[in-house]
Every structure is written in C-alpha cells, then in structure tokens.
C-alpha cells in the first residue's frame, strides 16, 4: 500500500479514535512500541513501571491474595482519579467497600458511583453450598458493569470480583470480558477488576500482581512487592517488579 493511502487511513482511524489498534512498525518492518494514552495510579513508583500509568480504553487487573493491599491500591488509583476531576464508578459485587476508609484514602465520594452488590451472597470458596448465590451476584455485577461502561462517562471503572470463589468466575463466559473491551475500546476510561487471579485483562491492558512483603504492615497499608505484565511493548515500561508502600 502507499504510504500516503496508509498515512490516510490511520488518520480516519485516529480521527474515529480508534487509533488504539493500531501498530506502528519500525524502520525494520517490524513493530515498534507505541505511545498508548495514560492515566497515573497515584502511586509515582507504580507508574513508572507501568510507563505513565493505566492504559486508556483497555481493561486491566489488580491481583492478589486477601490482605495483599489489592483494596488499598484500588482506593489510591479511584483517589488519584477524583482529584483529577474525574467520575469514577465501583461496582461492589459482594458489598464489600468501605466508604469510610475510602474517604480517609483521599476519594472525593461526591465524584464516585457506587453499585453495592448483595451482602448475603458467599464470597468465600469454601461454602460450596451457596454456590448459586454467588453465581447470581456476580451475574448482576457483570451487567451493572456493561451498563456503566457503556455510559462513558467515567474516568475509572472498577470492578470488585475480589472475594468472589474462583468456581463462580470460571464459570463467566469468556465473551463477557470481549464484550468489555469492545465498549470501553475508543473511550477515555480506565478500566479495573480486581480478583484474586488472573481473569480478564485486554490486549492492551495490564496485570498487576500483587505480593504481600510484610505482613505486620499490611493493616496499616500497602506494602508488596508489584509485578506487571502485558502483552504489548510500552515505551518506558520497566518489568523488573518494585516496592510499594502506602498508607491505608
């Protein structure tokens, strides 16, 4: 193809914003990294190992296990979104959040969109008999969140599947999280779900895993070690994992 039809075409998509897809290839015909649009975690250290923050329009992942400082960094990057102006939206499967603690995290709860989920639904794995109720909540946490993506208006979109059992989760389609993407692809939105592993990250997106370090701390805030991952190059990236520590 031309270069100037090439050069017209990605112009259209830019124009269409749908400029995320494309690839940029280097001068040895094969691709290059590419500046992805950001918004920062509040967390300086994190953002540089995520090269300037979350990614725009893709749909990442907090992981780790309970006490890991998952909330903790949750609360940090819906804070850092709110005192950017931003709404941001929590959809709160098992009803779990605490607002109070999420005030004293420097949340602007006058900015944020709080779905609460239903309290009496398992969120642990091992009540295999209430298996159900956990299926239903999820089901209605998925739906709550199409709708608000949809609505692109927020700035952060959070997910809460963090106490949701692993059996309930592998249940969910894998359409589900495609259909995410494809809503939140084109927006300015960072997306969020928080699990205990590993479930939906888009192509763009990122994984941040995290590893408690000392576990004497973690009632009084974050500190683990944070390792990333994703399946794009992003200049300015660093994946050697580092230390975080923040204030609950």
Do not use: Y
Request: net charge positive; with cysteine; proline share 6%.
């Amino acid at each position: 193809m031309p270069a100037a039809c090439r050069a017209d075409v990605e112009t259209l998509l830019r124009n269409k914003k749908l400029d995320r897809t494309l690839v940029p290839m280097g001068s040895a015909g094969t691709p290059s990294a590419g500046l992805q649009e950001t918004a920062k975690t509040g967390l300086f250290e994190l953002d540089q190992q995520l090269g300037g923050g979350l990614p725009l329009g893709q749909m990442s992942e907090i992981v780790g296990s309970r006490s890991s400082g998952r909330t903790s960094l949750l609360m940090t990057i819906l804070a850092a979104a709110t005192s950017r102006g931003e709404m941001v939206a929590l959809v709160d499967a098992f009803d779990l959040f605490d607002s109070e603690s999420a005030a004293a995290a420097g949340v602007d709860l006058q900015r944020m969109l709080w779905v609460r989920g239903d309290p009496s639904a398992p969120a642990f794995p091992h009540m295999a008999n209430r298996q159900a109720g956990a299926d239903r909540t999820i089901t209605r946490a998925l739906k709550a969140t199409n709708l608000i993506l949809q609505s692109g208006v927020f700035g952060v979109m959070a997910l809460d599947l963090a106490d949701a059992p692993p059996q309930a989760l592998r249940r969910v389609p894998m359409t589900t999280w495609l259909r995410f993407q494809r809503v939140l692809e084109g927006q300015e939105t960072v997306g969020v779900i928080v699990g205990s592993a590993p479930m939906s990250r888009s192509a763009g997106g990122v994984s941040i895993s995290l590893h408690p370090r000392d576990f004497g701390r973690v009632l009084r805030g974050l500190d683990s070690d944070v390792r990333t991952a994703r399946a794009r190059l992003v200049p300015g990236a660093d994946a050697l994992p580092v230390r975080l520590r923040a204030s609950a």
